[in-house]
């Protein structure tokens, strides 16, 4: 099983509506959770970072995570054909001296 | 501050051939991460460094090294280039053992032939 998996999508809503990506990841000890937005041709940038049961907002970003299933999902609410991208899960492992493990990414195509 | 900085930003190489792939933060960063990133795919941990004189391995470190000899500067060295090197790279810096988030560089992208 692979440490963090993602669909890789194409995921495609259209302007306005909610986009909903999932995570799910092996390591039951991971603490901190990551999404990072990469734009085709560029180098990833952190949007979101969830450490805690729960929801986590910014925006029309949400965050959510749950230990106990091992998923971690990202909301993004009034969609924006600019949010077109991948999205990359990111977390740390609970052993390997704060080394980022990333899954392959969804692409998000947002649609006008 | 020009954040995390990478030179070149593409090259192509001949098999066998050598190259090193330059990495400087600005920033004071201890932490500092090489990864690589084949299409479609997610980032591989190459190597990292956690100070100045400081290395150890990531997932794929086979045909690579990396030296720290500055808090600055984090060079990737590939010697004996092959194929399955053509790749987008990425440097990355984070603050210390208590920050969580880490800077990425614009990236070099390699192709081998």
């Known amino acids: 099983q692979k440490e963090v998996e993602q669909n890789s999508g194409p995921l495609s809503v259209p302007e306005g509506a909610i986009a909903s990506l999932n995570c799910t990841y092996s390591d039951r000890g991971s603490q901190s959770f990551f999404w990072y937005r990469q734009y085709s041709g560029k180098s990833p940038e952190l949007i979101m970072f969830i450490y805690s049961n729960g929801d986590k907002e910014d925006g029309r970003f949400t965050a959510q995570l749950n230990k106990a299933s091992q998923y971690v999902s990202l909301l993004i609410r009034d969609s924006q054909p600019s949010d077109s991208a991948t999205y990359l899960c990111?977390?740390?492992?609970?052993?390997?001296?704060?080394?980022?493990?990333f899954g392959t990414g969804t692409r998000l195509l947002v649609s006008p | 501050n020009a954040g995390v900085t990478q030179t070149p930003k593409f090259r192509i190489l001949k098999i066998g051939q050598s190259m090193t792939l330059q990495c400087t933060q600005d920033m004071n960063h201890n932490y500092m991460y090489w990864y690589r990133q084949d299409p479609g795919m997610g980032l591989k941990l190459i190597y990292y460094s956690v100070g100045a004189g400081i290395t150890d391995k990531g997932e794929v470190p086979n045909g690579y090294n990396v030296s720290r000899s500055t808090t600055e500067d984090f060079p990737l060295r590939l010697e004996l280039a092959a194929p399955s090197q053509t790749s987008v790279y990425f440097c990355?810096?984070?603050?210390?053992?208590?920050?969580?988030?880490?800077?990425f560089g614009p990236g070099t992208r390699l192709t081998v032939t």
């Open positions: 990355a810096s984070k603050a210390s053992s208590s920050s969580y988030e880490q800077y």
């Open positions: 990111a977390l740390y492992l609970a052993t390997g001296f704060q080394k980022l493990v």
